[in-house]
């Protein structure tokens, strides 16, 4: 989740977050799937968020100590309470995290786009697992979709663009052929690909929603509180011209991922 960014929101709201967990929690069971590791002893879930997925790389590797890193005390709270002493919860920046001992398994689902520097960041990563250790990271691969593009549209043409400007960041997902560059000379293999989930949405606004818990929140939480209702009306007409509901009232929305899997030398 929160991470030592400039465009990361300040604080985070778990139950809007888990509002969709069952769609969020794809990828990450997904990931998880591909992870070609028989066994692992030391786990780091970098921005493990509400612990969501503990339980399931605990079911997958039984007996491994795992460690949930996550910067928001919000998300560590939520955690802990829900999965108490599944994890050690860490509250640390994932950009500055770094573990005692070197780890089995890196695992960071819906984290690392919020961090920069991608170049440094991931042959780091790679460099605190043992030889055959995996680094499996998934991430948004979603800001040239409707989604996206209207927020920043929005963003920068309304009074609040002078706000939100230094807000605004290029992509921070880089092409498939940029991770494979950062991370063969440390790798034994790599797996890269990309996924659409192609997901059903019910009720109002349901794009806006998703976003909201997310991508936009930072946006909305920068707004003087004048400003917060006008920019989400603005987003919201925008958002359901892109994703026009249908005729059985539902909404379909592209949630494109892309899927990292290094193991290492």
């Known amino acids: 989740m929160n991470a030592d960014v400039s465009g990361a929101p300040k604080s985070w709201d778990p139950a809007h977050y888990l509002k969709y967990a069952g769609q969020r ?4 069971l997904d990931l998880l799937a591909r992870i ?9 879930d970098l921005g493990c968020g509400p612990g969501n997925v503990v339980e399931h790389l605990a079911r997958a590797f039984p007996g491994a100590a795992i460690t949930g890193v996550d910067n928001s005390a919000q998300m560590l709270n939520a955690a802990r309470s829900e999965h108490g002493d ?3 919860w860490v509250q640390m920046d994932a950009a500055r995290w770094e573990p005692d001992a070197p780890q089995d398994l890196i695992f960071a689902n819906a984290s690392l786009q919020w961090l920069d520097r991608h170049e440094i960041l991931f042959p780091r990563l790679m460099g605190f697992l043992r030889p055959g250790g995996v680094l499996a990271v998934q991430m948004p691969d979603q800001f040239a979709e409707p989604s996206h593009v209207e927020m920043r549209a929005v963003a920068t043409e309304g009074p ?3 706000t939100l400007k230094s807000l605004l960041r290029p992509a921070p997902v880089a092409r498939p052929e940029d991770y494979y560059d950062w991370l063969s000379p440390r790798a034994a293999s790599l797996d890269i690909w990309r996924t659409a989930y192609t997901q059903v949405m019910e009720g109002n606004d349901p794009v806006l929603d998703w976003i909201g818990a997310s991508a936009m929140k930072p946006l909305r939480e920068a707004l003087p509180a004048d400003q917060k209702g006008p920019f989400r009306d603005a987003l919201a007409e925008r958002l359901r011209r892109a994703y026009p509901r249908r005729a059985d009232g539902t909404t ?8 990292i899997i290094a193991v290492s030398l």
Do not use: M, N, Q, S
């Open 252 to 259: 379909l929305f592209a949630f494109k991922r892309l899927f």
């Open 160 to 162: 609040w663009a002078a």
């Open 86 to 88: 599944a994890a050690t």
């Open 25 to 28: 929690i794809r990828p990450a």
């Open 36 to 44: 070609p590791l028989d066994e692992a002893r030391t786990i780091a």
